[in-house]
């Protein structure tokens, strides 16, 4: 079955601290791999995205992940977390076929301590 | 463009009520997407619509639930007989044509409507 997993509910890093928040999929096709943020009652933004290439790729907002295919991962990560980017994180896999539902994952609470 | 748009933001309704929401697409856009999102879940998709014709339904979208997409702009997502397990966040989404001649399923979200069912 398709899925996403993401294994941390929360986490909390300290401001200027860094952060990599996992994610790990199954999926039958070659995946598209996303990842989205929401602030408390709002949408969701698209931080990046893996279509093809290289595998470390680069957002918005300082944020980079990487795609490991053999161990089926799409981690976020950001070298010095800022206090605003407390919020909810989520991972999503697509195919890159227009019309084609994203499945989520549940989604990971990132704290922001002072 | 100021991305996508839904209203109202907020629906408080009781149990038994038809209420109606509406998706204003990215205006190149001609694929939009339905998902709901409920406390502590990612989204979850309901439907999808290419122009006016809606090409695929989840089976979370039951008989109550209807959307319509009629001239290929802006949708509309009703339920009518509303439960409290409707109560979530009913988010739309919208892809289109990026660069140069090729589609990809990037999609941009609306800000939601938070359905309330007393």
């Known amino acids: 079955a398709q899925s996403v997993t993401q294994p941390d509910i929360h986490i909390t890093v300290s401001e200027g601290a860094s952060l990599e928040l996992r994610c790990n999929y199954s999926y039958g096709a070659t995946p598209y791999l996303f990842w989205y943020v929401q602030s408390p009652g709002q949408g969701l933004q698209l931080l990046l995205k893996?279509?093809?290439?290289?595998?470390l790729v680069q957002g918005i907002k300082g944020f980079e992940a990487e795609f490991k295919r053999s161990q089926s991962s799409f981690s976020l990560r950001k070298p010095s977390v800022h206090w605003s980017d407390a919020a909810e994180y989520f991972c999503a896999v697509g195919q890159n076929q227009a019309g084609t539902a994203l499945i989520f994952g549940k989604g990971t609470t990132l704290s922001v301590s002072s | 463009d100021t991305g996508v748009s839904q209203d109202p933001r907020h629906k408080i309704t009781k149990r038994g009520q038809n209420v109606t929401f509406r998706c204003d697409p990215i205006s190149e856009h001609n694929r939009l997407y339905w998902y709901r999102q409920t406390l502590g879940q990612g989204p979850e998709f309901l439907t999808y619509f290419q122009n006016e014709a809606q090409l695929e339904k989840s089976r979370l979208l039951s008989d109550r639930f209807s959307a319509e997409r009629p001239k290929g702009s802006f949708s509309t997502l009703e339920i009518q007989r509303t439960e409290q397990g409707d109560s979530a966040m009913y988010l739309c989404a919208s892809s289109g044509r990026t660069s140069g001649r090729f589609w990809n399923n990037e999609q941009f979200f609306g800000p939601g409507t938070r359905l309330t069912v007393l």
């Open positions: 893996y279509f093809s290439g290289d595998t």
